[in-house]
């Protein structure tokens, strides 16, 4: 009973308190980038999860083999091979989201959510939580994704999915789409679930926690490596 | 009619196609180490240099080795491996003869291999010369060199205004990230002033 409920925690923490994209705010490029609708924002997420997964997956299995000092390197070799793959399955399976979100579906690898995850939590854990791990991260990342998708897409074009819901009286604004627009609502967002939390972490911002690297980078104490005070 | 659309490359990388305010690309230590003037510049000189030596190497690479061979599909798994190991070898070739520019840049190094900006602009190059044959490996380098300066441009401006909002009395929730987002967004916003000027300036058809 008790590891029952700890296998559902694996999965649920990474989808409403630590989610990856608004409390710890990694992976903030494809989030701005691809979010202009919420198809976009299903495909990218879905993509993004099923690398997570199998990257996740293969990292906790092979813990023991890879030595440490060139986990980095492994890493991201293992990644880039997944998401190869994936590429390949969607340029097959839905050309039109591979040509929406365009450089952003190699630039998975990338993305700090994925080798984040590996790092700090496939690395030290067996195969079933890491997997759930990266299934409760990636629906975490789909959600908040489609949450922004679909505010740009509503607010900006009147549209959802696509289809017109807004009333023709409405006129669409369109700033909201546009790249500027994107750093606009990701920042009431991430203002919004601050408040949510009771302004428990005041003030948040990038730190070396946040980063993937952390624990392999060793100049953190360095001045203004990654952004200090 | 050369120079002219190496200028057009170089100015449109800057100002209409910025990395950073229109693609979205290198946004984490766009945030992360905006807050201090001198950290932005040393970031941005950094990853301008590792721009141009990754497209040096994988422009050539893909189009005489991975084309050829019919390993285009590797691509991706290519480019990130080069990247790194060139960081890797960058940060060695300055520790041992320049110490003094690796005290200055050394600290950025290991955060560029995760950068989305450089693994971008090495496939963007690629894109861009496949959908038109007049675009050459100088258009390639001239294009990272652009990007790179657009991304010092675009952290230094804002640089500037983080230094402004440091002392500006801000709503209890939006503090930190977020007004920082919001200010990013009214950068953003001025970029869009720049649509249509490259081709303005320099008489169209580029």
New interface residues.
Partial sequence: MEKKRSLLHEFTKGIVKENPVLCLVLGTCPTLAVTTSASNAIGMGVAATLVLLCSNVFISLLRRVIPDTVRIPAYITLIAAFVTVVQMLVKALAPSIDESLGIFLPLIVVNCIILGRAEMYASKNPVLPSALDALGMGVGFTAAMLLMGMIRELLGAGTLFGMQVMPSFYTPITVLILPAGGFFVFGLLIALANKLQGGKSKGRDFSCEACPLAGACTKKETEGACHDD | MMIKSLLAVFLAAILTENYV????????PF???S??F??AV?MSVAVTVVMMIATAVTFPLYTLVLVPLDLA?????VF??VI?ALVQLVEIVLKRYIPALYRAL???L??I????AV??IT??VL?KSAADASYTFLHAMVNAFGTGVGYLVAMVLFAGVRERLESADVP???????????S???V??SF?GFGGLVEGLLGGGV
């Fill in positions: 305010l229109t693609k979205f690309l290198g946004i984490c945030l992360g180490v807050k201090k001198g950290t040393g599909y590797l691509q991706t798994i990130i491996l790194a050394g600290i950025y290991p955060l291999t995760t950068n989305c693994l971008g496939i963007l894109e209890r929730s939006l503090k930190g990230l977020p007004i920082t987002l919001i990013a967004a009214i953003a916003l869009l």
